[in-house]
């Protein structure tokens, strides 16, 4: 039998009205247009939405982790490369002979000199560009800034000329603070976007209003903690170079400490005494050429760690808010937030941060540690501090337990019992039974390094929760520290009793200011911070379509009621209130009227 032209082969499957008929169900199943219309529109009984919620706020903090191990991982690589290099460079050029032979009419010394006034002086001035540049680049783009412009130096080095290498220090003195406030910003919001990602499914994150005072206490802690284990690290990368070819190079300290006489506390200056050559034999060129370009590659990694794994701080419309506010506020805010009386009993605790970190540097290590023990044990006792440091950072997680006093004041009490033991402590020179003792004092100096720095920061964005007002608060704390160290560079020539004197009573003035701060606050005696003014907006388009059309009811919220941490002004306040309810008083009236 033949099939007629142009007959469905599937018409037996057909009802006389076209559909398909389904034996099991005795049913007519939709055709495949209607089948796809329907699995596109209708809805899935596989799709559970809450789970899928939580995948995605799963996959979100996961992404904040990984900015804050990108951020770790590139501060400490950074700092590792610069200190590691300047400590090179520094040994290198201080050699007599390696001068003459190598550079014999370029004035290696001045250029060193030139170089060091640049990047402890410089900073002093960041006061003024640092919160505009942040403004205007963005926080993530800062750092990335910052972090290129310390690979920026290391380059010069290939070609170490006056013109190469004054200007190279002078950028590392001008992007030390915005480096260090942008850092500092970051691991804050980190920690407080880390919160909104957990909590998401709390009113207050969802509407996007203001979460309960002392909510992010517990991440900014953490997060903090991480940063300063990861970058105090940098001591022990700085190393490297020392580790893997310079000490094959170093004279043994029968040498270089022949003529040294006085150690420790009786010293006066550096290593006076010192000998000029350190070296035992020079380096080849294309040595010191695979050693910078390992460094110059390391650098290389840090900046694309933080431009390709190190996310945004902000939103986009979080970032034109901040800098809406007008240039010359900006400007202003760090002088104005210096008011508040919380900052105030915080800047000795800044300074001494300042000291103890360059005081170990340059002091301790030379005065007590090269002195006694010579050149050729200094990277041990970088190392030592580097990682007695990075592990004991973990030590300020008992904030999260006990008062957030408790990490200060015992990184605090650590310094003053070794301040005092340094002023009684004379070692005498090429003395190697000294070394335990060094590495002692090196250990336990890095627990209150760590506490120092770790307790600081947290308690800082514990203070300041406003995202707002993060990035001058930072801005002011590592200015003073930078004005700290600029102190200990100009006092380099004072005897060691004068320097451990000073360190020693801003000291003691510090933790009586702060216990006198917490006493305060805990008696919730208000302060006084300026009122950041409300964004500018002069752009329309799809973000900013008519005025105030941005405004979010956290932000209505914040007209309605001024926050807790501000002072307002309650002469230009109490005639608003009153046109307020004078209007809500006629349009009660209106009402009345209406209704009877």
Excluded at 4 to 18: F, K, M, Q, S
Excluded at 176 to 182: D, K, Q
Excluded at 238 to 245: G, K, S, T
Excluded at 328 to 333: E, K, L, N, P, S
Aim: with cysteine.
């Amino acid at each position: 039998m033949e099939m007629d032209a142009g007959d469905n082969v599937y018409r037996e499957g057909l009802d006389p009205h076209g559909c398909e008929n389904d034996d099991v169900m005795n049913g007519p199943v939709l055709n495949g247009a209607e089948v796809q219309l329907d699995e596109f529109v209708g809805a899935h009984t596989e799709y559970n939405e809450e789970e899928e919620e939580s995948k995605y706020f799963r996959r979100k903090r996961f992404g904040i982790i990984k900015n804050l191990l990108a951020a770790s991982v590139g501060g400490m690589l950074t700092y590792g490369v610069f200190l590691g290099l300047l400590q090179l460079q520094l040994i290198l050029h201080y050699d007599e002979t390696y001068r003459e032979v190598k550079y014999s009419n370029l004035g290696l010394k001045d250029i060193d000199s030139k170089m060091l006034m640049s990047i402890n002086i410089i900073p002093v001035c960041s006061l003024l560009y640092t919160p505009i540049l942040i403004r205007f680049f963005g926080t993530k783009w800062m750092l990335f800034l910052t972090v290129g412009i310390y690979a920026l130096f290391v380059s010069t080095n290939y070609w170490e000329r006056f013109y190469t290498l004054v200007p190279a220090a002078m950028a590392i003195g001008a992007a030390i603070v915005p480096l260090w406030t942008s850092v500092g910003n970051y691991v804050t919001r980190m920690a407080q976007k880390y919160y909104e990602y957990v909590n998401y499914k709390t009113e207050h994150v969802q509407e996007q209003k203001r979460a309960p005072h002392g909510s992010y206490n517990s991440y900014i802690i953490a997060f903090q903690t991480v940063f300063y284990g990861f970058f105090n690290l940098s001591f022990v990368c700085a190393q490297m170079p020392m580790y893997f070819f310079l000490k094959h190079y170093i004279a043994d300290m029968n040498h270089t400490l022949f003529h040294v006489h006085h150690c420790g506390t009786s010293s006066y200056g550096i290593i006076p005494g010192f000998n000029t050559t350190v070296l035992q034999k020079l380096p080849r060129s294309s040595e010191l050429i695979t050693v910078e370009s390992v460094l110059m590659a390391v650098a290389f990694i840090s900046m694309l760690l933080v431009l390709i794994l190190c996310g945004s701080a902000y939103r986009p419309t979080e970032e034109i808010d901040l800098r809406s506010i007008g240039w010359g506020t900006i400007f202003q805010m760090p002088f104005k937030h210096m008011r508040d009386y919380r900052l105030h009993y915080l800047f000795p605790f800044f300074i001494y941060s300042g000291f103890e970190l360059l005081f170990f540097c340059t002091g301790f290590a030379l005065s007590y540690g090269v002195c006694s023990i010579g050149l050729e044990h200094l990277a041990y006792i970088f190392t030592t501090y580097g990682l007695s440091s990075a592990i004991c950072c973990s030590l300020a997680l008992s904030m999260l337990c006990l008062p957030r006093q408790v990490p200060l004041l015992t990184g605090a009490s650590v310094h003053a019992i070794l301040l005092i033991a340094l002023f009684c402590w004379d070692p005498k020179p090429s003395a190697t039974g000294e070394a335990p003792m060094l590495y002692l004092v090196a250990a336990f100096w890095g627990i209150g390094s760590a506490l120092n720095k770790t307790g600081l920061s947290s308690l800082l964005g514990m203070l300041y929760e406003d995202k707002a007002r993060q990035d001058f608060i930072f801005t002011i704390y590592h200015w003073w520290q930078a004005v700290a160290i600029f102190i200990v560079y100009e006092w380099s020539e004072l005897p060691m009793k004068a320097k451990l004197s000073i360190m020693l009573v801003t000291l003691v003035v510090a933790v009586l200011l702060y216990l006198w701060m917490e006493h305060k606050v805990a008696r919730s005696i208000p302060h006084r911070l300026p009122k950041i003014p409300k964004p500018r907006h002069k752009v329309r388009g799809y973000r900013y379509l008519e005025e105030d059309s941005d405004e979010t009811d956290s932000e209505k919220e914040e007209e309605e009621e001024e926050p807790e941490d501000e002072e307002p002004n309650r002469e230009q306040e109490q005639p608003r209130h009153r046109n307020r309810c004078g209007v809500e008083q006629v349009q009660a009236a209106g009402g009345g009227d209406n209704v009877g």
